[in-house]
């Protein structure tokens, strides 16, 4: 089962009508901030993956950025995920690759031992530069509009509980 959280209404309806033309049944629809709806709605340990495909980019950067994931959105997330729970991040955007980075290192550091995200740490940054083939490269709709404007730099990132 899938429970698709979107920000814009327009772009719930685009997931709810492919959903309606390819007979899926086991798709939930919910719009509204990602924190707020994972704060409201969504029980402790009770997700097993979480994917957050091309988030929106920083306008500019201040000190107090409004970001999509920020530090509480991350906990939250963190909150939701089962044991052994995976979080997955795709951007083309590197601005909002180093701050998701940077939010990442900051509370894996102020975090008990064990008691945050774990990624692979032989890389020189959270982020890969390559998509995994089971990640579904080249489906989704943000794929195609990526691939359409012959954009060529992504940044994937895996973290598990």
Not at 98 to 122: G, P, R, T, V
């Amino acid at each position: 089962n899938w429970v698709a959280v979107e920000i814009r209404l327009d772009r719930v309806y685009h997931i709810w009508s492919r959903s309606v033309l390819q007979c899926l049944d086991n798709l939930l629809f919910m719009c509204g901030p990602a924190q707020s709806v994972l704060e409201q709605w969504v029980p402790a340990s009770s997700i097993s993956e979480i994917y957050i495909n091309f988030p929106p980019p920083p306008l500019y950067q201040t000190k107090d950025i409004r970001m999509l994931i920020n530090r509480e959105l991350i906990l939250e997330i963190y909150r939701v995920l089962s044991a052994k729970g995976s979080l997955y991040v795709v951007t083309d955007n590197a601005s909002t690759a180093a701050f998701i980075e940077k939010y990442m290192i900051e509370l894996k550091a102020e975090a008990a031992k064990d008691e945050f995200f774990q990624w692979n740490a032989s890389q020189d940054s959270l982020f890969s530069d390559q998509i995994p083939q089971h990640y579904g490269s080249g489906t989704s709709y943000f794929d195609k509009l990526w691939e359409s404007k012959n954009y060529t730099r992504r940044f994937f990132l895996h973290a598990w509980k």
